[in-house]
């Protein structure tokens, strides 16, 4: 009489593979998050930027209006360009940090199909496992279940 087919337990040979993958993932994602909570503070500095050469334009409107000395026309001037060049350095530091976003954004997608590939290959090998043993253990029960007609047959 044939003993029943023991299935042995599936071992994934790529396993520390993924796990790398499953961990280059999870630091891409932190990375994008890091740079996401970066560009809402350069959001916020923009927008800062933004009140401060608003203000700086309505001090140099009050400056006219009031019929203030040349010196404080100048000062105005002055206070009006700083906050303009503030305000546009702002700007570009939020383009620069939307690029790095974008760059963060196509890692943790790249990452991301890296560690889909190996559990794909993960799930066929566990089916082809799964599926090999299943008809080794048929084979067996098939045999037994012969051997069993045969003595019937016989007797």
Do not use: C, N
């Not at 790398?20 to 999870?26: D, G, N, S, T, V």
């Not at 105005?76 to 305000?87: G, H, L, M, P």
């Amino acid at each position: 009489m044939t003993e029943a087919v023991e299935t042995p337990s599936f071992v994934f040979r790529l396993e520390r593979v993924r796990s790398l993958r499953e961990r280059a993932e999870e630091r891409a994602a932190e990375d994008l998050a890091h740079e996401l909570q970066l560009r809402l503070r350069g959001e916020a500095m923009l927008r800062q930027a933004a009140e401060a050469a608003s203000a700086a334009t309505q001090t140099g409107r009050d400056a006219v209006m009031s019929r203030s000395s040349g010196m404080d026309l100048i000062a105005a001037q002055a206070y009006i360009e700083r906050a303009e060049r503030t305000k546009r350095e702002a700007a570009l530091d939020l383009d620069r940090q939307d690029a790095e976003v974008a760059a963060r954004r196509a890692a943790l997608q790249a990452a991301a199909r890296d560690r889909q590939v190996m559990d794909k290959l993960e799930q066929r090998q566990r089916a082809d496992h799964d599926a090999t043993w299943a008809r080794k253990a048929q084979g067996a029960l098939d045999e037994v279940a012969l051997s069993v007609h045969r003595r019937g047959v016989a007797a």
